[in-house]
């Protein structure tokens, strides 16, 4: 598959671009909206085409497009891929709300293109089996804790910037969120607080509740303003399951611990780059015409959440988590 890339953004840099590169697939251009800018990124980082616009990168000789523009330009630019008949990998969070990445995912339909949120940690194998455990080995799950925070200390970085769908809660807090899901299933209620610490107009910090109807719970938190913090615990009635690093490990070795009825285990998972685990399943899958496994359903209901979450914060109130046709 031949990758065009939107923008020059710094985890296409650090972290897409090699990925493909190390994959059978191939990045054969990227796009700025300076041409200067574009030129010098191609030749740094092994891309033979650059262009000072997005659009002319969409009648490039390119089968797909990776998408890591800030979040809210992530709609406009994959319905535009959409419409020259390219296939779309985009970065997580797909849109801003839950409404808009059910229509993004009816409008790739309708143009017959595949479309999967990059949220590269589902293909980690420690990922895959660390919910094997919690489904198969522990006893009944009833609560969930997950945090992703770090520092960020440039106030000009887009994250801060509300219009352009900045905030602790879309980007780090979108893993916790979608850990304590993937451990517990969909939540009833949301209840958060989220607080802006720079005076920014986007949270930068974020904590809440995800309530279950049968009394578990999930607790979540992100954050800009602390040292680097990666985790989740799963308590069961019979033992637990926990794991340190756990979105983004990087090319190491990695841990998970789990106990039940008093047995412990450490399990040891080799360096991975799930990165490039992402790219090749992505490129399978729309060769195949096949569903990814970051499909609408999970990519939808993370986003549910999220706006549970957010309306929550705003009406200092739980409220209820939306469902399909709600």
Same mark, same amino acid.
């Given at each position: 598959m031949k990758f065009g890339v939107l923008s020059t953004a710094g985890i296409a840099r650090k972290s897409l671009i090699p990925?493909?590169?190390?994959s059978d697939h191939e990045v054969t251009a990227v796009a700025s909206r300076d041409a200067e800018t574009a030129a010098t990124f191609a030749a740094n980082n092994g891309i033979p085409e650059s262009y000072g616009s997005y659009e002319r990168l969409l009648s490039a000789d390119v089968d797909a497009v990776y998408?890591?523009?800030?979040?809210?330009?992530?709609?406009?630019?994959?319905?535009? *891929?959409? %419409?020259?008949?390219? %296939?779309?990998?985009? $970065?997580k969070p797909l849109t801003t709300d839950a409404e808009s990445a059910a229509d993004l995912f009816d409008y790739c339909e309708d143009a017959d293109v595949t479309l999967m949120e990059a949220f590269m940690y589902h293909f980690h194998p420690r990922t895959v089996r660390a919910r094997?455990?919690?489904? $198969?080995?522990?006893?009944?799950?009833?609560?969930?804790?997950a945090a992703f925070k770090?520092?960020?200390? %440039?106030?000009?970085?887009?994250?801060?910037?509300?219009?352009?769908? /900045?905030?602790s809660l879309f980007d780090v807090g979108s893993y916790a969120v979608s850990a304590a899901r993937n451990f517990l299933g969909e939540p009833d209620r949301a209840y958060a607080h989220l607080a802006d610490?720079? %005076?920014?107009?986007?949270?930068?910090? *974020?904590? /809440?509740?995800?309530?279950y109807a049968d009394g578990r719970t999930a607790r979540v938190a992100s954050g800009f303003d602390t040292t680097h913090v990666e985790r989740y615990r799963v308590e069961a009635v019979d033992g637990y399951l926990?794991?340190?690093?756990?979105?983004?490990? /990087?090319?190491?070795?990695?841990?998970?611990?789990?106990?039940?009825?008093?047995?412990?285990?450490? $399990?040891?998972?080799?360096?991975?780059? @799930?990165?490039?685990? @992402?790219?090749?399943?992505?490129? $399978?899958?729309? *060769?195949? /015409?096949?569903?990814p496994r970051v499909d609408r359903a999970e990519t939808v209901a993370n986003m549910r959440a999220i706006d549970a979450l957010r309306a929550s914060a705003a009406e200092g109130r739980p409220v209820p988590v939306g469902r399909d046709g709600e």
């Open positions: 990925a493909i590169h190390a998408n890591p523009l800030p979040n809210a330009l992530h709609a406009e630019w994959t319905r535009r *891929a959409a %419409d020259a008949g390219l %296939d779309v990998l985009c $970065e094997e455990i919690a489904s $198969e080995e522990l006893g009944a799950v009833r609560s969930v804790e770090f520092r960020l200390d %440039d106030p000009a970085d887009i994250r801060l910037n509300p219009e352009l769908g /900045g905030g610490t720079r %005076d920014s107009g986007v949270d930068t910090e *974020a904590a /809440g509740v995800l309530e926990e794991a340190t690093d756990c979105f983004g490990p /990087g090319r190491t070795s990695v841990g998970l611990t789990y106990g039940v009825d008093g047995r412990e285990v450490t $399990e040891t998972f080799d360096a991975v780059d @799930q990165y490039r685990l @992402q790219v090749d399943h992505f490129a $399978e899958a729309a *060769a195949a /015409g096949t569903t």
